[in-house]
């Protein structure tokens, strides 16, 4: 089978952003851990939601730039996905552990298997809010027959 050709602008490689909440409870530990090994499987880029918060402009520039932003939050409270929100970041994929069937508890009470259980719901689009091609938005609506969003310009 014969591989896609990349682009030559690079535009076609999917970038994200990925904000865990991080919280103190085993549910938000677990969204730093899923995070950390989301980074390392090539899905996307942890972040700091702490710095999200405080308004950095770098880094609210950047997460409005990505193709995704995905905000994995530990419980119902949705920390993580309030503060991208109140920065005015889209959020595209967002997962709430609980929701993932994982029962908030002490900051240690998790498994390896509830991060595998996190980090495979991630790969799958579990909690996709928005397409996941973002090509009209990044491009001004203008398409070329790559799909990178690019306009035709490469």
Known sequence: MAETPKCSCGS???SRIIFPCAGQANTG???NLAALQLTEEGY???AC???LATGAENLIKNA???QEVVVLDGCPMQCAKKIA???GVPV????VMTGLGIVKGPSKNYTDDDV???VSACWKGEGRMKPADTTEKKSGGKTSGCGCGCGGSC
Do not use: D, Y
């Open 44 to 46: 996307g880029s942890i």
């Open 64 to 66: 409005k730039n990505v």
């Open 92 to 95: 595209g994929q967002h997962l």
């Open 116 to 118: 595998e259980t996190i």
């Open 49 to 51: 939601v702490a710095l």
């Open 29 to 31: 530990q677990l969204t």
């Open 85 to 87: 929100e109140a920065q």
């Open 12 to 14: 076609n490689e999917k």
